[in-house]
């Protein structure tokens, strides 16, 4: 399976609303947030993820497989 990855810059606080944007890095899979809470605020900021060591930057490799396999089934 390929997967088709792309990178938008979010400049500031008008485009993350614009957006709806919860924070960087978002990542989302077929256009979806698969970390993201419904009701998460629109935030021009950092994001953290809740992974098995601890808050983190980013997803975990797994955290992110088992999100595309998800979306898969």
Avoid at 30 to 49: I, M, Q
Avoid at 53 to 67: F, H, K, S, W, Y
Wanted: with cysteine.
């Amino acid at each position: 399976m390929q997967a088709a990855l792309s990178l938008e810059e979010v400049a500031g606080p008008e485009e993350a609303e614009r957006l709806h944007f919860t924070g960087s890095p978002t990542i989302l899979v077929d256009g979806s947030d698969p970390f993201g809470a419904a009701d998460a605020p629109v935030a021009f900021a950092c994001r953290f993820y809740v992974t098995p060591e601890g808050r983190d930057t980013v997803p975990t490799v797994a955290q992110l497989r088992a999100a595309i396999e998800g979306r898969r089934r």
